[in-house]
Nanobody, 134 residues
Framework: EVQLAESGGGSVQAGGSLRLSCAAS???????????LGWFRQAPGKGREGVSC????????YVADSVKGRFTISSDNAKNTVYLDMNNLKPEDTGVYYC????????????????????????WGQGTGVTVSS
């Protein structure tokens, strides 16, 4: 199992920016580059939404239409860390953001084909809160 530790959430005004970080660690043999890493969010009273994901070994990424042009996902493979840069934040971006990891390196390809992220990921972080005020 992979352990995920998110950080970087907070409160900002509309139009502001935040950077979320997710540090991944695992048992002996864990290879960050072999996994898929992703970000999901859950707004108050709503279901969980896939936001963006990355295949660190390929550099392939997927970004949901709802945040395209405003959010960017990246990874630092040397630090086993994935980032979500969020710009031009809107009140509707408010929610708890969860980092997820999956041992399949193909989650990005699945998302690109389906135009939506699969929700069946192997490991989840505890979540970090983002509040955007108008």
């Amino acid at each position: 199992e992979v352990q995920l530790a998110e950080s970087g959430g907070g409160s900002v005004q509309a139009g502001g920016s935040l950077r979320l970080s997710c540090a991944a660690s695992g048992a002996s043999g864990f290879t960050f580059r072999d996994y898929s890493l992703g970000w999901f969010r859950q707004a108050p009273g709503k279901g969980r939404e896939g936001v963006s994901c990355i295949a660190p070994g390929e550099g392939r990424t997927y970004v949901a239409d709802s945040v395209k042009g405003r959010f960017t996902i990246s990874s630092d493979n040397a630090k086993n860390t994935v980032y979500l840069d969020m710009n031009n934040l809107k009140p509707e971006d408010t929610g708890v953001y969860y980092c997820a990891a999956d041992s399949s390196p193909y989650q990005v390809r699945v998302a690109q084909a389906l135009k939506a992220m699969d929700h069946n990921w192997g490991s989840w972080g505890q979540g970090t809160g983002v509040t955007v005020s108008s």
